[in-house]
């Protein structure tokens, strides 16, 4: 509506200006841009002379890192007492005058204000605390990848040295030798991509835990055992719909409304349902004419009013349940995919094992055997990563049952 107004009035502006001889502008809207020539189509290539024709070796970790230890609990303590979206819900109310007893209705609305607020307030800190532990995980997960691909490029790198070492003894280059080669450039390429990484998720990391100051790199000090356990969906459903602070604030403006309450709670459901706040921003401030189209605009209705916020609070059950469901069924596929790579590790481990034992009974298996090794840190990295993939799926679950803040000392949660 408000485009509608405001492009009316730009059709009356343009058809006034119509009536009169135009007048030139002595301020250009454009400025020219830079005179340009005709060329061949010749495109220059970037200059990489500068850089070595050999890859440097890098110490991983680099050598000028440091580290400050991180635990996960005090992830979760530091993202529930940091939440700014939280602190500026709870600041929006704390911030105004408190009713005097002579204004009961006033009282009642500010009652049922800091009611909402502190529901929305306990969310925010929720999902706060969930988005930290993500990043935290994520962060470990980076940092142990680090090792294992650190070592893979040992074996790789000793591969490589070998083959050349041939080469230049006269014999001819074996046929996996241009693989191995491709596979150190890739290693290579992988370790320049998770250092970058890990610094990044420091950095997203640190400010939600009040950190930013903090120019060590965060080192998460916890590990996890990763449960045997079924989720049921349905308990989980019903546990998320019961404790959830977004439902609870729903919840709290159903049973705070009355006569006195009802235009505030009416304004919440507005500014909760997008197309009801549009109508209703269009009816009170540029077409009151309106008011006649809709009758539930013009005169408050107690009930009709209860019957939005009804539809409100289902509509979001009916989304809270939907995401708490596919979080468990992930929770149990990512647990299956762990069991798959667990298994595949332990078959390298034996392949490792057998080699070892010719390579000691004197047998030339030496670049056998570190081929095995190789395979067994790909197995192990692929493990890692579906270990945490896993439980990214289990901070994902918690988060949504909506509790991670609960009990936290010193997070204000109400």
Partial sequence: MRRYVWGIGLALAVAAAGCRAPRPDPTPT?????????????????????????????????????YVSLSAEECLRSACTHAALARGILAAVDGNPRPGSHAPAKAAVDDLRRTVAGELAREARNRAA??????????????????????????????VRAADTLAANGFSEAPEAFALRKSQLDLRAEQVSLRAGV???NAELKPLLGLEAT?????????????????????????????????????????????QTVDAVRQAVAG???????????????????????????KTDV????????????DREREVAKDVVEAVDDYHTQRDRLAVSRRRVVVETARVA?????????????????????????????????????????????????????????????
Avoid: M
């Fill in 30 to 66: 454009t400025l020219p841009g830079p005179a340009l020539v005709e060329a061949a189509r010749v495109v220059p290539a970037p200059d990489l002379s500068a850089l070595p024709a050999i890859l440097p070796v890098a110490a991983n970790p680099p050598v000028t890192a440091k």
């Fill in 130 to 159: 969930g988005g930290a532990l993500e990043l935290y995980y994520r962060l470990q997960e980076a940092e142990l990848l680090a090792d294992l691909l650190a070592r893979s490029l040992d074996e790789v790198d000793a591969l």
């Fill in 199 to 201: 610094r990044r998720l």
């Fill in 215 to 259: 120019a060590e790199n965060l080192l998460p000090a916890d590990g996890f055992q990763v449960a045997t356990d079924q989720l049921d969906p349905h308990a989980a459903v019903a546990h998320a719909l019961a404790g959830r602070g977004d439902l609870r604030a729903v919840r709290a403006l159903q049973v705070g409304l009355d006569k």
């Fill in 272 to 298: 909760l349902l997008p197309p009801l706040g549009a109508i209703t921003a269009a009816a009170n401030t540029f077409a009151p004419g309106l008011r006649v189209l809709l009758p539930f605009l013009q």
């Fill in 303 to 314: 009930e009709k009013v209860r019957r939005q916020v009804k539809l409100l609070q289902e």
């Fill in 354 to 414: 057998d080699f070892t034992v010719k390579r000691n009974n004197g047998l030339p298996v030496e670049t056998d055997l570190r081929k095995a090794r190789l395979d067994l840190l790909a197995a192990e990295r692929e493990q890692l990563k579906d270990a945490f993939a896993w439980k990214r799926a289990d901070v994902t679950v918690r988060k949504l049952l909506g509790g991670l803040c609960d009990g936290e000392p010193g997070c204000g949660c109400p």
